[in-house]
């Protein structure tokens, strides 16, 4: 009975971040929070599977990357002042 609802349980979340990925990816092209839906998606999937987790490690490093590059303009911009 355990596995049934581990297999079960694996299934929702599968189905549950596909969903939200298709939709954050529809909202690339319409209006809508369409990177922020994808990462909800994988952070969902994340719970089940290694490659979310590392796909989403990879998307945070991505992400503090930018955040410091950003932060370097403005202060190199704000010195030059």
Same mark, same amino acid.
């Given at each position: 009975? &355990?596995?049934?609802?581990?297999?079960?349980?694996?299934?929702?979340?599968? #189905?549950?971040? =596909?969903?939200?990925?298709?939709?954050?990816?529809?909202? #690339?092209?319409?209006?809508?929070?369409? @990177? =922020?839906?994808?990462?909800?998606?994988?952070?969902? =999937?994340?719970? &089940?599977?290694?490659?979310?987790?590392? =796909? @989403?490690? /990879?998307?945070? +490093?991505?992400? &503090?990357?930018? /955040?410091?590059?950003?932060? +370097?303009?403005?202060?190199?911009?704000? +010195?030059? /002042?």
């Amino acid at each position: 009975m &355990e596995v049934i609802k581990r297999h079960t349980r694996r299934a929702l979340v599968t #189905l549950l971040g =596909l969903v939200i990925i298709l939709g954050g990816m529809i909202m #690339l092209v319409t209006p809508g929070p369409g @990177l =922020l839906t994808i990462i909800i998606g994988l952070t969902a =999937l994340a719970t &089940e599977y290694i490659w979310a987790r590392d =796909l @989403l490690q /990879k998307a945070k +490093d991505r992400y &503090e990357a930018g /955040k410091l590059k950003v932060l +370097d303009k403005l202060k190199s911009k704000s +010195d030059k /002042k």
